[in-house]
């Protein structure tokens, strides 16, 4: 869901000043490249989100979207500037050589952390659409940039919330799956 989230977010963002962005490209599958160990090789495998135009006019940026939670049994030893790094390591590892060998574009991993950091990758995406963005609606830089992250960590923190307490269901309305007389029972004044 957080992932989600960031990647649906990263679209709309990316559609005000890249052309051509789509959400979960297919990759082209590998045709006899010999690409390093731990590459993904798989037909049909998609990155996140796609755009033209991005660091460079004509050119096609990948974008993989990761939510790392570093207060996870396996994270929380690991200091956080490490955390993106390794992160970032297994994207790239995963991504990087087919995405510049058969798509012959640029690969990005947006790696961000549940408390609404992102890492080093992540954070150079970041000022080059605030710096983008800020051009095309003729806004001041700095307050773009604060827009941007504040947006993205709203919609972490909002899936954060829903993965805590559950989606919120009608009030007022009784569980059908439930006998009528056990209801009764269970809210009766004598229960309370």
Known sequence: ?????????THELLQEVCKDVRTEPALLPVTGEELPHGSNTADGARADVSALGFWSPLSRAFF????VNPFAQTNWPIETDELYKIHEKQKKDAY???ILQVEKGSFTPLIFTCTG???PEATKFLKNLAD??????LERYSETVSFLRRRLRFDILKTCIISLRGERSKR??????APVGELELELSPMNL
């Open 132 to 137: 983008k963005l800020s051009n095309k609606r």
């Open 172 to 177: 007022g309305l009784l569980p059908s799956a």
């Open 117 to 119: 950091g992102a890492g």
């Open 1 to 9: 869901m957080r992932h989600n989230s960031v990647r649906d977010t």
């Open 96 to 98: 990087m050589a087919r």
């Open 64 to 67: 993989d979207v990761k939510v």
